[in-house]
C-alpha cells in the first residue's frame, strides 16, 4: 500500500502566479483534506472533499479552490500566490467514519519568491 | 487553533528516560483527539487516539491522557528513544464536524544519548 502521495516534493513559484498540488489518497479511503503548515506552525485545515464535493472549509480565502476526481484523487489549486502562501501543503485521506484517523503524505513544500 | 511563532516549545529528555507532553486545547465541543509525531521533512504521523468519553489510552511504549475539566491532553512516551525525536502534534476534532483536524502548537522532543 502506497499510502497518501503528494506530487510535486517541493515546487518554486512567483508572486501572482498560479499552483496546482496533487494527492492521491490511501487505497480504501475516500475523503481527502488539505493543510497548510507553515514553518515551526501546526497544520491549519484548508478544506475536505467528499464524493468530488467540498464538505468543509476552513478559514482561507477563495483564492484557494480544490478538486476531487472519481477515483478519489484530488487536486488544491492557489491562484495569485503571495509570499504568504509559502507554507508545506499536506494532504489527508481517510474514510468516512466518525473517528477513523487521518493518514497524511509527505506534503509538497511550495515556495512564492 | 492554537498559532505560535517559529520557536517550538522543546523538550529534552534522556535515552530511556519517560516524556510527557502536554497540550491545551480550546473547544469544549471537541469529541475526538489524537497525537501525531512529525519528523523533519515528513508528513504528521499517527500516534494514538482517544475519544472524550475516555481517560485514558494506552498503545505500545505510548498513553494518552484526557482531563476534560480542565481541557488538557498529554502524551506519556516510556522509555523514549533516539527514534523519538520529532516534532508532536495534538490534534482535535468537533463533535459533528468529521474530518476537521485542529491542531496545536506543536512540541519539539529532542533525545539524548
Known amino acids: ?22 494527492c492521491s489518497p490511501k487505497s480504501g479511503h475516500d475523503t481527502v483534506s488539505w493543510y497548510q503548515q507553515a514553518l515551526g506552525q501546526g497544520p491549519q485545515f484548508i478544506f475536505q472533499y467528499y464524493e468530488e464535493e467540498e464538505r468543509q472549509r476552513g478559514n482561507f480565502p477563495d483564492r484557494f479552490s480544490g478538486h476531487q476526481f472519481p477515483n478519489y484523487s484530488s487536486e488544491l489549486n492557489v491562484n495569485a500566490l503571495l509570499l504568504g502562501d509559502s507554507a508545506l501543503y499536506l494532504c489527508a485521506s481517510s474514510p468516512r467514519r466518525v473517528e477513523a484517523e487521518a493518514f497524511f503524505g509527505q506534503g509538497t513544500r511550495l515556495t512564492v519568491v | 487553533g492554537e498559532s505560535v511563532g517559529l520557536h517550538l516549545p522543546t523538550l529534552s529528555v534522556q535515552e530511556g528516560d519517560n516524556s510527557i507532553i502536554n497540550c491545551a486545547y480550546s473547544n469544549s465541543a471537541s469529541d475526538y483527539f489524537i497525537w501525531y509525531k512529525q519528523e523533519s521533512g515528513k508528513g504528521p504521523q499517527f500516534i494514538i487516539d482517544i475519544r472524550s468519553n475516555m481517560d485514558k489510552r494506552q498503545g505500545q511504549r505510548v498513553t494518552v491522557l484526557l482531563n476534560k475539566t480542565v481541557k488538557h491532553l498529554s502524551l506519556q512516551i516510556a522509555a523514549t528513544q533516539p527514534g523519538d525525536s520529532a516534532v508532536y502534534f495534538c490534534a482535535e476534532k468537533e463533535k459533528d464536524s468529521w474530518g476537521k483536524l485542529q491542531f496545536g502548537a506543536g512540541t519539539q522532543v529532542v533525545v539524548t544519548p
Do not use: F
Open chain 1, 1 to 22: 500500500d502506497a499510502g497518501v502521495t503528494q506530487s510535486p516534493t517541493h515546487l518554486i513559484k512567483t508572486r501572482g502566479q498560479q499552483v496546482t498540488l496533487r
